[in-house]
């Protein structure tokens, strides 16, 4: 199985699908071959790259996935690139697993089944703005964590709940789990608060190396996305912004921060 | 009982608290006595108008007032303006409250308490990102919904799931509930959709023009609250955007919305 990354930050509107979609579709243009997983009941990635999922059930989806991790099956949505489209059943899925035989791990078993049938050399999995069963698949069947966040002072006071959260499943279901880091979306260079809030994240990280954690080795990933109208409007047009706006500082700075995920990829 | 709105939305990262503070804090200094209740487990209205909640207990907050709406306090937050401070232990109280008598109307009880202590002319709710058991009680306790939201394509999607909870509310627990409007945040007059999002919500609140739903009077509140840096800023200085820069045209723009806002709360 190749390594697994979910996208995740319980704080809503952050930039998590926008990075998702745009990351993986940076990765794909580097020759990657990617599986974007979208497991939000909102289906914002599904429908920022432009895929409709059939009223007839003709369409697999992350829904079927969970519920039949076997024979998970996934769409193509550009060159080298697959997506488990997400549509709003998937809200219902919380309740109807909710006692369900091995219910954290059915997003992995759907991920290995995928994976067998076609070559992938990396997994995007794009979360909810929660902390449920769903996102709980997701770093269940992950690698690694990387948080999506702003640099605004009140977004900092999440962060602690949320790597309590990757501690507990990573103590309780998936011991390997750590985090990469943090992406910084919508970023203001001009806000006055914009330095300071990179440098208490920085400073947070710094204190945890070594420290047994599974952020003992994350970092601010590099470049911030700086806010960008283009990626505001690419999902509108059903387009990842190299389509849509390939000039545009949005598409430069996911770009870049593709080919420095690269080395994520490959620590070697 | 003064008229009660709930600034709602169950996306997160929209702009619901930086709107409640700053219209109730413009509120307050055109001269309306003006009660903010945080029930937003995050807290961050109460962290952004600097209002500490001691460890000891002897701050009143939003929890206890849910546990025990007959003795609900207050804090003061300035002048002609009352806060109701949330805290992390309200996270636990909607398991508390699951089987609870009347769970849905503890707030409009402790609403009725605290105005009849003290004269108020109007009461903000800032609701927290989901429609649980927290925004049900807000919405209970509400004579009309503001919807903070954005003028992205996305945004658009969740609105109408929002729109049938505020119905279903109506017609099981308070069927005098409307909605007032929308107050579009982080608004960016440059972008190529945003017109067009903004017609797409006007043509929906036209087309429910008396057709008998809460909506049917509901309407785009002006002006938009211009993306402004400087309504990030003020969160970590514990000030409105009034004490920390009254010239920026966020200040302006929340002004300006507070002004016609008077209109809604005597529409006579
Ligand atoms: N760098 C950016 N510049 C401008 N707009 C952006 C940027 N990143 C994201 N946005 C816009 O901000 C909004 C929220 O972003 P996004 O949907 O990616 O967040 P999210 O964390 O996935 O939200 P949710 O919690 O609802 O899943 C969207 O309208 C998106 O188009
Ligand atoms: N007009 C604006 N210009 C610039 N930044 C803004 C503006 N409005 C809000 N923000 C910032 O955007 C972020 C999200 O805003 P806010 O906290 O008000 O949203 P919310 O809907 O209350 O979020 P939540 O769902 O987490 O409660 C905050 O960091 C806030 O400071
Ligand atoms: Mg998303
Ligand atoms: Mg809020």
Known sequence: VPKVFALMNQKGGVG?????????????????????????PQAHATLHLGVAVEGDGSTPTVYDALLEPNTADVVPAGE?????????????????????????HRLRLAIEAICRA?????????CPPSLGLLTLNGLA??????IPMQ?????????????????????????????????????????SHTQEVVGDIE??????????????????????????????????????IFEYAPQAAGARDYAALARHFLALLDPS
Chains 1, 2 share one sequence.
């Not at 998937?90 to 309740?95: K, R, S, T």
């Not at 990933?221 to 806010?227: D, E, K, T, V």
Request: proline share 5%; net charge neutral.
């Open 16 to 40: 998590k699908s926008t990075t998702a979609v745009n990351l993986a579709a940076a990765l794909a243009r580097l020759g990657k071959r990617v599986l974007l997983i979208d497991l939000d």
């Open 80 to 104: 080298n690139l697959w997506l488990l489209p997400s549509e709003t059943d998937l809200a219902g899925v919380e309740a109807e697993l909710a006692q369900a035989e091995g219910r954290h």
């Open 118 to 126: 076609r070559p992938i050399d990396v997994v995007l999995i794009d």
């Open 141 to 146: 069947a992950a690698d690694e964590v990387v």
């Open 151 to 191: 640099a605004h002072f009140l977004a900092l006071h999440g962060v602690g709940k949320l790597l309590e959260t990757v501690r507990l499943v990573a103590q309780q279901v998936r011991p390997s789990l750590k985090v990469a880091g943090v992406v910084l979306c919508m970023y203001d260079q001009q806000a």
């Open 203 to 240: 400073a947070f990280f710094a204190e945890a190396r070594d420290r047994g954690v599974p952020w003992q080795r994350a970092r601010v990933l590099w470049p911030p996305i700086r806010r960008n109208i283009k990626l505001a409007e690419a999902p509108s047009f059903g387009q990842s």
